[in-house]
């Protein structure tokens, strides 16, 4: 099993929105980001947990947790020309953007970058470092662990 963090804008998708959601699932689409799309494509599993994370938002932070529930297929929004995810490029034969299915498994305490930042047992975990942009990060067994009991 593998563990990972995934950032949604609460405007666009909260963790409420998830847990409302029929089956409290939903693709994870619209990644056009290469090594995110490898992170989905290539490395998640089923049943891999994720920390939801909330960004571009007055306080980000940890939302959240969910599972990955279906395995990376096509992300149709790329063959769609009315959408804002649609990559001209890409075909049904020759896809290039993949998304996964997560589903919700409960809404936690917010855990800011602010306090995460703060434990030094978390210093290289990937969302904290300068410069990361990434919408989908691994997390190391222990950094979960670590986040997990503080919850």
Known sequence: MRYWLIKSEPSKLNIDDLAAMPGKTTPWFGIR???????????????????FYHSCCPQPGIVGVAEVTKLAYPDATQ????????DPKATT???????????????????????????????????????????????????????????
């Not at 980001?33 to 994720?50: E, H, K, P, T, W």
């Not at 063959?79 to 649609?86: A, C, E, G, N």
């Open 93 to 151: 034969q020759n896809p290039r953007w993949f998304n996964v299915e997560i589903t919700f498994i409960k809404k936690t305490r917010l855990v800011t970058i602010k306090e995460l930042r703060q434990y030094p047992a978390l210093a290289r975990m990937r969302i904290l470092q300068q410069g990361n942009r990434l919408s989908i990060t691994p997390v190391d067994p222990a950094e979960w662990k670590f986040i997990a009991g503080i919850l």
């Open 79 to 86: 063959f769609d020309i009315k959408s804002r995810y649609y």
């Open 33 to 51: 980001n290469y090594q995110s799309r490898n992170f989905m494509r290539v490395q998640m599993a089923l049943n891999d947990l994720v920390f």
